[in-house]
């Protein structure tokens, strides 16, 4: 009888334990999701990788301004299958790599934000820099029509 008894414990036990871990996942996937969504600003962390210059390289930024509804189409070379929230910091990692690309946001005031971007290409230096920029609609001409596009426009670069 004790046998029966240990056994049936042991069942429920374990029926607890997957509920628990259960459960408990999927509160930590809605957590992300919530945390993502309560971001004031999305973006590829690669768009950051495009303003810093090279390490070998003196004068940074390189880009100043940076069409964001192309960088939401071109899914080739801004791919978001390997972007992740972790820890407050929206981290790019290609598949197999060692490195990353990453930010965070540390300011939002409008239109304007400051995020805290770094980056390492696998090894132990790892890059940091404060972008300061202002997102704007502005007009374009393309294929010789006028066209309104969001884009990025630095306003601040330190290097830290």
């Not at 590829?44 to 960088?71: C, K, R, Y």
């Not at 290609?94 to 805290?116: P, S």
Request: hydrophobic letters at 35%; a neutral charge; one cysteine or more.
């Amino acid at each position: 009888m004790k046998t029966r008894h240990l056994s049936y414990f042991k069942r429920n036990l374990a029926i607890a334990v997957l509920a628990t871990a259960s459960c408990a996942s999927g509160l930590f996937a809605e957590e992300q999701r919530k945390a993502g969504a309560a971001l004031p600003f999305k973006t590829h962390p690669q768009v950051f990788g495009m303003i810093q210059s090279w390490v070998s390289d003196p004068e940074s930024p390189v880009t100043t301004e940076i069409n964001l509804d192309a960088v939401e189409s071109n899914r080739n070379q801004f791919s978001r299958d390997e972007i992740k929230l972790e820890d407050g910091w929206t981290v790019f990692r290609e598949t197999g790599e060692a490195g990353f690309k990453r930010y965070r946001v540390i300011e939002a005031k409008g239109d304007h934000f400051k995020v805290e971007y770094q980056d390492n290409g696998g090894g132990t230096l790892t890059t940091s820099s404060v972008i300061g920029f202002t997102l704007l609609k502005r007009e374009i001409r393309k294929d010789g029509k006028p066209v309104e596009v969001r884009v990025l426009q630095v306003d601040s670069f330190d290097s830290k």
